[in-house]
């Protein structure tokens, strides 16, 4: 959940902010320049801000008052709802936090003898990474009914301190979808197959929860062999193909 949460806000800002620079949304546009400054340490004696910066202010401003952040809780303050307002704001704080400078040398001939620089936001798939990883190391926190707020969870050693601003956090555990459990609608990971050379989601050290996985050969029969004959016709024979599967215990 903290993970969907921080990515729908980082998400609507990403594509707001877009949607100003290109004149899709009137209400906004580019942002606004930030005067010149010298830039002595790339060989160009100065440069200027120009193009069209991301206006990351109003995308921030449109999403939160799309999903209403700053109110959610007001009336009804509970460690879910601070939790969603924690994670909102720290989806926006995330893709404003890795903006940066990109900039175009103008020149004869290729040279560099002027620089133009605006701020843009980092590509889409970067952001989920960067929301992911912060997922991966969320923080379990709990809910202070005296105090009305968040706190660390004694039992998570790593979430002492308070969280900063781009930290997701949770107030329960995940379930484990590892094992089946029907009051969460989860047939659990035993049975399916894996992929042994990935490292990603669909990879057996991964899916397969550490229990290890079988390996089997599936024989089948299909097209071989095949070639083009003018004209103008495919031609395959008939072979029997085997199928190397990984299986999770």
Not at 152 to 165: E, I, T
Not at 193 to 215: A, F, I, V
Request: hydrophobic share 25%.
């Amino acid at each position: 959940m903290s993970f969907l949460q921080g990515m729908t806000s980082a998400s609507i800002t990403f594509h707001v902010t877009r949607a100003c620079g290109s004149g899709e949304v009137v209400e906004c546009g580019c942002a606004q320049s930030r005067g010149r400054k010298n830039n002595k340490d790339s060989g160009v004696e100065d440069w200027a801000w120009g193009g069209c910066s991301d206006n990351i202010r109003y995308g921030m401003y449109f999403t939160r008052d799309f999903i209403d952040t700053t109110d959610a809780g007001a009336s009804d303050t509970t460690g879910a709802n601070l939790m969603m307002q924690h994670n909102y704001e720290a989806g926006l704080k995330t893709i404003d936090s890795n903006m940066r400078v990109k900039c175009k040398c103008h020149g004869v001939s290729g040279s560099c003898t002027s620089k133009v620089c605006w701020n843009t936001m980092p590509k889409l798939e970067e952001i989920g990474r960067i929301v992911f990883d912060k997922y991966e190391q969320a923080k379990f926190m709990t809910y202070s009914r005296k105090r009305r707020r968040l706190r660390p969870n004694k039992k998570d050693k790593s979430a002492r301190g308070k969280p900063s601003n781009t930290d997701l956090v949770y107030v329960l555990p995940s379930v484990d979808y590892c094992e089946p459990n029907k009051k969460h609608g989860s047939i659990g990971t035993h049975g399916r197959l894996c992929n042994k050379t990935s490292m990603e989601e669909n990879g057996c050290p991964l899916l397969c929860c550490g229990r290890g996985y079988q390996t089997m050969v599936r024989k089948t029969r299909g097209n071989c062999n095949c070639r083009f004959e003018w004209c103008c016709e495919v031609v395959c024979e008939t072979c029997e193909l085997s199928e190397e599967l990984h299986i999770c215990n």
